[in-house]
């Protein structure tokens, strides 16, 4: 059974944590992420892109982190990362996943916010957590989101549209971009606490990687109980893969079950260096406890 998102992320604002949701991209790296939580014994939010749900396939990309998260010590959630496609939406609903974040940041503020709440009552319908963009994040992740700021609103209006859709957590503006920093970002932690003292809906830091310890530290004190990372994924796979194939080259050894270890080694460093900078390490067992005694398991 998959963990409650929401059971995890309140027991990381209680605790003075932030699960790490990790974008994953095959079975390969489902494996490495989950065993980074268990070694690490810290919860974990394993989160698949729109692209990677289309590429694999829902009923396949479902099984895999099931068969994965089974019988661990430490929780496990599925999460579905930024959604705009109410299609998509319907079919992870459907397969159970924990949660799913609809996108509605090209949408007008009117528009986003009657269809997060049709979001809303389908997904709790069905038991499924439900995370909330309106504002976008910068940058383009997997197809999907843009290099300009579309819309910006207050904390006040975040806030009021979240009271009334309903929604479980908030992905707000926190001058973070998604991919890798080109430049240093304003981080803007005061509007972390500017939100959590209006509303109980846990917040959501997207763009992690790039990040420094300090950063994230100052971001779980004002109130974040969830962070994002994927780029920081995708490099260490990538850059793994482009290291073993020069040495198979040079060595005239050519063994896929060689490079798979190698890159699932990698993931999982990268991961773990994660679980340690949002203290996550050592809270996936009482996390686990935590979510049997609330009944939060898909």
């Not at 409650?4 to 605790?15: D, G, K, M, N």
């Not at 850059?239 to 798979?260: C, I, T, V, Y």
């Amino acid at each position: 059974m998959f963990a409650s998102t929401l059971t995890l992320t309140r027991h990381a604002r209680e605790h003075g944590y932030a699960v790490p949701a990790v974008n994953i991209l095959d079975d390969l790296s489902i494996r490495a992420v989950v065993a980074a939580a268990v070694e690490k014994d810290a919860p974990l939010i394993v989160q698949v892109s729109v692209k990677t749900v289309r590429s694999i396939g829902t009923e396949l990309v479902t099984t895999i982190a099931r068969l994965a998260s089974a019988d661990q010590p430490v929780p496990v959630a599925l999460h579905l990362d930024h959604c705009p496609d109410r299609a998509v939406i319907d079919d992870v609903v459907a397969a159970g996943w924990s949660s799913v974040l609809f996108d509605a940041s090209d949408r007008d503020l009117a528009t986003a916010e009657r269809e997060t709440a049709e979001v809303v009552a389908q997904a709790h319908a069905a038991g499924v957590d439900v995370e909330s963009e309106l504002e976008n994040i910068i940058g383009v992740e997997d197809g999907v989101g843009s290099d300009v700021a579309l819309h910006a609103y207050t904390v006040e209006q975040l806030a009021e549209v979240a009271e009334r859709t309903g929604v479980d957590l908030l992905a707000p503006q926190l001058g973070t971009a998604h991919g890798e920093y080109k430049a240093t970002p304003v981080l803007r932690p005061d509007r972390v606490r500017e939100l959590a003292a209006l509303t109980d809906r846990q917040i959501v830091l997207h763009g992690g990687t790039g990040l420094s310890e300090q950063d994230f530290r100052t971001f779980i004190d004002a109130g974040v109980s969830k962070i994002n990372i994927s780029t920081a994924v995708k490099t260490s796979y990538m850059r793994s893969a482009e290291q073993h194939l020069a040495w198979a080259r040079a060595n005239g050894k050519w063994d896929p079950p060689s490079m798979f270890r190698d890159i699932g080694k990698a993931v999982q460093e990268a991961v773990g260096t994660h679980l340690d900078e949002f203290r996550a390490s050592g809270h996936g067992r009482e996390a686990a406890a935590a979510i049997t005694r609330a009944g939060g398991a898909r």
